[in-house]
């Protein structure tokens, strides 16, 4: 009798966490907010994947070496449009969870996409003993979309089951996790192509 007081009380509750109606505003902005200032100091451009601009024209010339960054950029585009609107639009036939489902997809691809970034900053500065930035190329865009699908599939696997302050949670710590596997991986156990 116990049990079933506290599961119909629990049930009665829709909001499943602290804060109320107003945790995933605070919760989502904050933790934005703390990933884009992240972003800023933890990443730079590469230098090798962008266009020289000459000073007289308005064209850009690319070097020679370009070549192999022009045939990833439609892999990049895919795997883009495969976490935007293929996941997203799964949602759409959720009953229940229709407009929840698209909104935080589009959050989540947003968030994640930037503390990948972040993440193989922090996971290279961990094994390395010092802070070293991480580039931004077509090569960690694409991977940093790879593991946003990662985290969309697993978003997929528990919505309904959990509030949206804890996929929150879950945005930050699986792209941690599989940044650290990838490393582990690559630098130790020399796995490149499998």
Request: charged share 10%.
């Amino acid at each position: 009798s116990l049990l079933y007081t506290i599961k119909f009380e629990f049930a009665k509750r829709p909001h499943m966490g602290f804060g109320g109606r107003f945790a995933l505003p605070l919760t989502g902005y904050a933790a934005f907010i703390v990933v884009l200032i992240l972003f800023g100091v933890c990443t730079k451009l590469d230098d090798d994947g962008v266009p020289n601009m000459a000073s007289n024209t308005t064209r850009a010339v690319l070097p020679a070496s370009a070549g192999h960054m022009m045939g990833s950029y439609g892999m990049m585009m895919d795997a883009t449009a495969m976490c935007v609107m293929g996941f997203g639009f799964l949602y759409a036939f959720c009953r229940k969870y229709t407009w929840g489902g698209i909104t935080l997809n589009f959050f989540i691809c947003g968030l994640c996409f930037l503390w990948c970034q972040v993440a193989t900053c922090i996971v290279t500065s961990i094994f390395e003993g010092k802070f070293i930035k991480s580039d931004i190329n077509i090569a960690s865009i694409i991977s940093a979309d790879l593991v946003t699908a990662a985290v969309l599939i697993t978003f997929g696997v528990v919505y309904g089951f959990v509030s949206p302050c804890q996929i929150i949670i879950i945005c930050l710590v699986e792209p941690v996790a599989m940044k650290l596997n990838e490393h582990i991986v690559i630098h130790y156990l020399h796995v490149v192509r499998s």
